[in-house]
């Protein structure tokens, strides 16, 4: 009892205040972990999210993912509530260095939610890159792989180099008609937001040392 009343001693570090701490999420389950947490009284929430327009092979779909997969931000009092956060459902864990939860700060915290804000009218789309192969997924060139030579955001189009025959042939295509590897959120956001709108959006949290680092778009 006593061993245990000094462990969890060490790893609430922040007193009585509440701070904001990373948490671990089961895998795609940060809507259900972040539905469970709000429950919680004296429990904040913070899941960030962007809204993308993603290619299919059934066409163009909305989808709303989270621009950190698998974790979530939360804010409470560690030494009352790390308990009871820990077991939440869909709940992995409470990221923490061997015997401390290191905590967020306020700033971090603030600047993502700025970010993000002025991110919100901004329509982000997935897109290939040049150099990438990708595979059609309809219309005459259906199952034909090629390489991307150029990619028309405006126009949602890429110029695919195709083998026909032993030939290649160049081909521009709408991005509906062609599969490529997906990137996350976050990447998409600080390969397609302009730089003054990026803000804190673009800052990657380091997962294996806990140390925010700006990204200078």
């Known amino acids: 009892m006593e061993a245990t009343s000094l462990l969890h001693a060490e790893l609430c ?3 009585r205040e509440a701070v904001w701490c990373c948490i671990r999420t089961h895998v795609k389950h940060e809507h259900i972990a972040a539905a469970h947490l709000r429950r919680i009284p004296g429990v904040e929430v913070f899941n960030p999210q962007l809204r993308l327009l993603r290619s299919t092979r059934r066409g163009p779909r909305w989808s709303t993912e989270s621009l950190f997969p698998n974790y979530l931000l939360a804010r409470f009092v560690l030494e009352s509530m790390l308990e ?16 401390r939860v290191p905590e967020i700060p306020d700033t971090v915290i603030e600047d993502l939610r700025r970010g993000l804000a002025e991110l919100g009218s901004t ?3 997935d897109a290939p890159l040049e150099g990438e192969e990708v595979e059609i997924a309809a219309g005459a060139f259906v199952g034909m792989k090629g390489l991307v030579t150029h ?15 032993g030939r290649s042939v160049p081909a521009e295509l709408s991005l509906d008609l062609v599969l490529f590897n997906r990137r996350t959120a976050a990447k998409i956001a ?15 949290f380091s997962f ?10």
């Not at 990619?151 to 025959?165: S, Y």
């Not at 600080?190 to 990657?204: I, K």
């Not at 294996?208 to 778009?217: E, G, L, N, Y």
């Open 13 to 15: 570090t922040g007193g």
């Open 84 to 99: 009871k956060v820990r077991y939440t459902p869909a709940v992995k864990f409470v990221l923490r260095f061997g015997d």
């Open 123 to 125: 329509v982000f789309t």
């Open 151 to 165: 990619v028309l955001p405006g126009k949602q189009r890429a110029r695919i180099l195709l083998d026909v025959m």
């Open 190 to 204: 600080l390969e397609r937001a302009e730089p003054a709108s990026v803000g804190a959006a673009a800052t990657e």
């Open 208 to 217: 294996s040392s806990f140390t925010p680092r700006r990204v200078v778009a």
